[in-house]
């Protein structure tokens, strides 16, 4: 596999990155805070020590292009700062030039990443469809088709659900 990967979380809780001897490593320092058991927080900052994965920050305008993708699916509202900022990442390494894979477990994460034109490593294999999502009233049944971090129905108030608008295959 040849590339850059850019880590999520689960990657560094597993031993994906063991497995994968030859790759070079991304990941954020807020994906890092996340590690909270002692063997993966040192494995993960061995892989540092190394030379193996490198700490990137990303920049505002990677974070507003992955934060109007992720809007455009309905994935946004789902999206942790940590996962923006992940994605803007390795967005930023894209626009390098470089080809990227976003490795995770989380499906947002992975749908907004196939729509950005990311490879993906999916470490749970559920992902077999980009999902366009929609936020639905099920009082009122108003639809909001972008996606924001607002779960109230403008129209009555009533707590907005997720639901799939549009699937596209991706297996």
Same mark, same amino acid.
Do not use: Y
């Given at each position: 596999?040849?590339?850059?990967?850019?880590?999520?979380?689960?990657?560094?809780?597993?031993? #994906?990155?063991?497995?994968?001897?030859?790759?070079?490593?991304?990941?954020?320092?807020?994906?890092?805070?996340?590690?909270?058991?002692?063997?993966?927080?040192?494995?993960?900052?061995?892989?540092?020590?190394?030379?193996?994965?490198?700490?990137?920050?990303?920049?505002?305008?990677?974070?507003?292009?992955?934060?109007?993708?992720?809007?455009?699916?309905?994935?946004?509202?789902?999206?942790?700062?940590?996962?923006?900022?992940?994605?803007?990442?390795?967005?930023?390494?894209?626009?390098?030039?470089?080809?990227?894979?976003?490795?995770?477990?989380?499906?947002?994460?992975?749908?907004?990443?196939?729509?950005?034109?990311?490879?993906?490593?999916?470490?749970?294999?559920?992902?077999?469809?980009?999902?366009? #999502?929609?936020?639905?009233?099920?009082?009122?049944?108003?639809?909001?088709?972008?996606?924001?971090?607002?779960?109230?129905?403008?129209?009555?108030?009533?707590?907005?659900?997720?639901?799939?608008?549009?699937?596209?295959?991706?297996?």
């Amino acid at each position: 596999m040849k590339g850059v990967f850019v880590l999520d979380a689960a990657a560094l809780l597993s031993n #994906w990155t063991q497995r994968n001897p030859e790759s070079e490593f991304v990941t954020t320092q807020g994906i890092l805070n996340e590690l909270r058991n002692r063997p993966s927080r040192e494995r993960a900052e061995r892989l540092v020590l190394i030379g193996r994965m490198r700490v990137a920050d990303s920049d505002p305008d990677s974070v507003r292009a992955v934060g109007l993708a992720a809007s455009k699916l309905g994935d946004l509202q789902v999206l942790s700062d940590n996962d923006v900022s992940l994605l803007a990442i390795a967005l930023s390494i894209q626009s390098a030039g470089r080809t990227v894979s976003v490795v995770s477990s989380d499906l947002s994460v992975l749908n907004t990443a196939t729509t950005l034109g990311f490879g993906i490593v999916d470490l749970t294999s559920k992902m077999r469809h980009q999902i366009t #999502w929609v936020l639905r009233c099920p009082a009122c049944g108003h639809n909001e088709r972008q996606g924001s971090k607002e779960s109230e129905c403008p129209v009555c108030g009533t707590k907005l659900t997720r639901r799939h608008k549009k699937r596209k295959r991706i297996v």
